[in-house]
């Protein structure tokens, strides 16, 4: 089984800045793809950032710029740096990880992790 944590979420003002983490544990050979997704209330879930295994990032123009996504490989960690937060930023915010198993594994599985508020007050 895999779990995926995430923590970090809070209130802040706009303007501030908030740091994300994500954990993966359990059963872990490799992590392809990690990525954080957000939904805000009425909303569908929206793509944010992601970063592949080489470290090739991808943002979403509403918050290139403002937010990062670094990855810690051995510790199996991937966080979300968000600066300069607007009040459009307040959502849950989901880590998403696209990874092996096992070595042996045919294909990758993705998996979601269960979301961390963000609320940025104007």
């Known amino acids: 089984q895999v779990q995926l944590v995430e923590s970090g979420g809070g209130l802040v003002q706009a303007g501030g800045s908030l740091r994300l983490s994500c954990a993966a544990s359990?059963?872990?050979?490799?992590?392809?793809?990690m990525a954080w997704y957000r939904q805000a209330p009425g909303k569908q879930r929206e793509f944010i950032a992601t970063?592949?295994?080489?470290?090739?990032?991808t943002y979403a123009n509403s918050v290139k710029g403002r937010f990062t996504i670094p990855r810690d490989n051995a510790k199996n960690m991937v966080y979300l740096q968000m600066n300069s937060l607007k009040s459009e930023d307040t959502a849950v915010y989901y880590c998403?990880?696209?990874?092996?198993?096992?070595?042996?594994?045919?294909?990758?599985?993705?998996?979601w992790g269960q979301g961390t508020q963000v609320t940025v007050s104007s």
């Open positions: 970063i592949t295994s080489g470290g090739v990032t």
């Open positions: 359990g059963s872990i050979f490799g992590i392809n793809n």
């Open positions: 998403n990880e696209d990874l092996w198993t096992t070595a042996w594994a045919r294909r990758t599985n993705v998996y």
